[in-house]
């Protein structure tokens, strides 16, 4: 059975629409939405009262279409504007890239907020995740994004875009076992046995945040930027461990869980709501 789990704060006018425009999607390019979901600050835990609606999708066409010599573009895009930015992912590409140890296809697998999807899907592309990924590929994706944003010009928002990979970060190192981390700040936040004074300065940062129109410049308080800046160095081991995993082990694992996505789902393009 399809999940949805759209939170009441959501605005629910922006949220027809955003069902609109995937049943849009799936009758214009005659594709079957696989997963839709909420990305973004909204579905990170973080989010201000003018916070954009990020939704994300991952997609396939009908099989037939991979056999074409001239296949069409493995992105999806929709009208982007200060609201609404919705646009998705074939899912070769997507399995082509967890298969790299890209983590953005496997957050949008984790987030709380479902537009629509199926969770057999969801669980299927979860455990093939967990089969293929490094724990070196992710811990190495979570520290370049929170270097590469903490080189940005300086905000308080810019402070949420750094702490969220960091705790990623944290969280890896707490669950020596896991691959996985979780998306959403809270969460992460709740599983990676930080101390009580940095634990209270990020929950006072994100109450400041729901209250406030996207803050402006400024940086963390000194008490989070220690934490961050050691948890970044710590984080630098994941830049010298060395590849675990057989590369080409990985590609067949990801050639069969393509061919078998294609082959056990329905060609039928999403429904209106």
């Known amino acids: 059975m399809p999940v949805r789990a759209v939170p009441e704060s959501l605005d629910s006018g922006v949220v027809a629409e955003i069902d609109r425009r995937l049943h849009s999607v799936g009758s214009a390019h005659d594709v079957t939405i696989l997963w839709a979901i909420e990305s973004g600050s909204r579905a990170w835990g973080f989010p201000s009262p003018d916070s954009d609606y990020d939704c994300r999708f991952l997609f396939a066409r009908p099989a037939d279409h991979y056999l074409s010599l001239w296949p069409d573009r493995d992105v999806i895009e929709t009208p982007l504007d200060e609201i609404f930015d919705v646009n998705g992912w074939d899912l070769a590409k997507a399995v082509k890239l967890v298969a790299k140890g890209n983590a953005t296809a496997i957050e949008w697998l984790r987030s709380p907020i479902i537009y629509e999807g199926s969770p057999t899907f969801r669980d299927d592309m979860l455990e093939f995740a967990e089969a293929v990924v490094e724990r070196a590929s992710i811990g190495r994706h979570y520290l370049h994004v929170a270097q590469q944003q903490k080189t940005g010009s300086p ?74 800046e050691e948890e970044l160095r710590l984080g630098e081991q994941f830049d010298q461990l060395p590849r675990e995993r057989d590369a080409a082990h990985v590609r067949r694992e990801a050639d069969r869980f393509f061919r078998t996505q294609l082959t056990t789902r329905p060609d039928t393009p999403a429904q209106p709501r």
């Open 155 to 228: 905000s308080l928002k810019r402070v949420f875009y750094v702490l969220r990979p960091v705790m990623a970060l944290r969280w890896l190192r707490v669950h020596p076992s896991a691959v996985i981390p979780p998306m959403d700040l809270p969460t992460l936040l709740a599983e990676s046995d930080v101390e009580r004074s940095v634990s209270d300065a990020i929950t006072d940062l994100v109450a400041a945040k729901a209250i406030t129109r996207e803050l402006g410049a400024g940086s963390a308080p000194p008490l989070l930027e220690r934490f961050i």
